[in-house]
């Protein structure tokens, strides 16, 4: 109160969104939030709540805008997360290097992404910038980086892949901010068609399966062995990040719009 503000915002639809909405009731202030993924498949008993006192209520796909409205008759804007472009450029033409960036958690399926490099692209070294150390083994290199130090790992590999699935709890992710990264440092991507991944990945960009299929991840790598189709789709990723302002600066300009608008 003594420094002005005018809005609560929280990220995640989750505690931190529970105490930003008491704040903002005491402030007499606007609270708003932005769901993500694990707070809406998994949610606490106050979502609804949140939600409906959100002035406004931000998500960050098409995918979630719909659970919302099914599930609450919530009307949600849609600001997608924002990255960075201002990056290390790959080189997709390059030899087959993958990598994948992510939490060791069920639902983003580390596994697949071993099982599929080892049968259809043995001879590609594999990087887990993640904390799951124990795939390690020979061709597959694991550990976690600093921030500052993704984008040039990024750089250094050829294709990006990231087989998201729907966690036994029922937590599944909105759209992972990794493989945003991974575009807009023109890598191809190979993802599948959960939740709001579809919006983003197509053939134009990489190649886009179904989950827990490992016959159609495999057969996404062994396409990906062609450097040709690994340059176009790695080029027209980093054309979509920024032809369609999914930058930082397009989340921010976004998200003042739907301030406005509330």
């Keep these: 109160a003594e420094r002005g503000w005018e809005r609560v915002h929280a990220h995640f639809a989750g505690e931190a969104a529970e105490w930003g909405l008491t704040v903002a009731r005491l402030l007499g202030v606007p609270s708003s939030v932005t769901a993500h ?14 939600l409906r006192a959100a002035r ?26 924002g990255v960075p472009i201002d990056v290390p450029r790959a080189d997709p033409g390059g030899p087959l290097r993958i990598v994948s960036v992510a939490r060791d958690v069920p639902k983003k ?6 099982r599929a490099v080892r049968e259809a692209a043995p001879e590609a070294p594999l990087r887990l910038v993640s ?9 597959v290199d694991v550990g976690p980086l600093p921030p500052d130090r993704v984008a040039q790992a990024l750089a250094e590999h050829s294709l990006f892949v990231l087989p998201c699935r729907v966690a036994p709890d029922g937590d599944r992710d909105g759209v992972p901010v990794a493989l945003l990264e ?6 191809p991507v190979i993802a599948t068609a959960v939740a709001g991944i579809p919006e983003v990945v197509d053939d134009a960009v990489g190649w886009c399966v179904p989950p827990d299929d490992d016959d159609a991840l495999a057969a996404a790598v062994r396409a990906a062995r062609d450097p040709a189709e690994r340059i176009g789709r790695g080029r027209a990723a980093r054309a979509r990040i920024v032809d369609r302002r999914w930058t930082v600066d397009g989340q921010v300009d976004a998200l003042l719009a739907a301030w406005g608008a509330a």
Excluded: K, Q
């Design 37 to 50: 993924a694990v707070d809406l498949f998994v949610p606490r008993p106050a979502l609804a709540d949140v």
């Design 56 to 81: 406004p209520a931000v998500t960050v796909c098409d995918h979630h805008a719909r659970w919302i409205a099914d599930r609450y008759s919530v009307t949600a804007a849609v600001v997608r997360c």
């Design 109 to 114: 399926n580390l596994d697949a992404v071993v």
């Design 131 to 139: 904390d799951a150390v124990r795939l390690r083994g020979p061709g």
């Design 182 to 187: 991974a575009m807009a440092a023109g890598l």
